[in-house]
C-alpha cells in the first residue's frame, strides 16, 4: 500500500464503481467516498475494502472533492471519479513514487470509452488530466462544472505512466442527456462569472469544435462513435450558449421590471 488516499465522488452510482473500488484497493489504505446525499440508490456495494462512505449535500463537482480531500488520512490524494478505473501500469507506477515532494503534481493519461469502444481520436483520445496531488498544496476549485485544481506557481507537473480507463457513456441517448445536463451548469457558471452568449460563441463555436475535435484531430477515425461524439459536442456548445442567452434574456427582463416599478411608485 502506498501513502494515499483515493477520492471517489458519485452523484448517481454508476455500475462502473465495483471496479473501481476493487482496483483501488490495490492501491491503498484509505478510500473515501463521497456519495450525493440527495441520491435514493442503495450504497451497499460501496461498503467494502477500506472504504470510508459519506453522504453529502451536493455543492457541486469541486465542492464535493474537496469534502473528500478533508476526511482523507494521508496528504497524497488521487482523485477519481465512479466511473473511472486506474489500469495494471497505472497502479505500478504509484507503487514506485516516491512522494516526497509536494510541490510536484501528476498528470494522467485517461483512455475513454463511448459504450464498449475504446475512443482513440478527437478530443477524447487525448484526454488527460492532473489527478494526483498534496493536498498541503493543491485544492479543487468549487465551480459548478468544470471543476479545476487550484495550483501555486511553484506547482511542477510530472507525467506518470499508465492511465485511467473512463468510461463515459453508455451509447448515444446517455451522451445526449449528459450533455443537456453539462450545458445547463455551464450555462449557470458563465451567466455568475458576467460571459456574454455572443453570436460568434453561439453559432461559429460549435462549428469550429466539429471541424477541430472531428477533421483536424482525426475523430473521423474512431467511426460511428467519432461522429457521435463530434455531433453532440456541437449541441453541447450551441445548448449551453442558448441556455446562456435566454438566461440573459431573464435578467433583462427582471431589470426592466423593477425599474418600471421604481418609476410607477
Known sequence: MVPVSIVIITKN?????????????????????????????PIDILYSGPCR??????????????????AARYNWILSIDADEIPDEELIGSLHKLKYNDPAVVYD???QSY?????IHFGSWGR????????????KWSETMVHETLILPVNIHIEKIHGRLHHFSV???AEYDDKGIYYARLSAKKYFRAGIKAKAVKLYISPVFGFLKHYIFCLGFLDGRAGWHIAKTNISHTYRKYHYLSLMEDQD?????VKDSLIVEY
Open 114 to 118: 463511448f459504450g464498449k469502444q475504446a
Open 108 to 110: 494522467i493519461k485517461f
Open 13 to 41: 452510482l454508476s455500475d462502473i464503481v465495483a471496479g473501481c473500488i476493487r482496483m483501488a484497493c490495490r492501491i491503498t489504505d484509505d478510500i473515501i467516498i463521497i456519495v450525493n446525499d440527495s441520491s435514493n440508490e
Open 127 to 138: 484526454d488527460h488530466h492532473i489527478r494526483l496531488f498534496n493536498r498541503t498544496l493543491v
Open 252 to 256: 433583462i427582463k427582471k431589470h426592466l
Open 53 to 70: 462512505v459519506y453522504r453529502k449535500l451536493w455543492d457541486g463537482y469541486g465542492a464535493n472533492k474537496n469534502k473528500g480531500i478533508e
Open 170 to 172: 453508455k451509447d448515444l
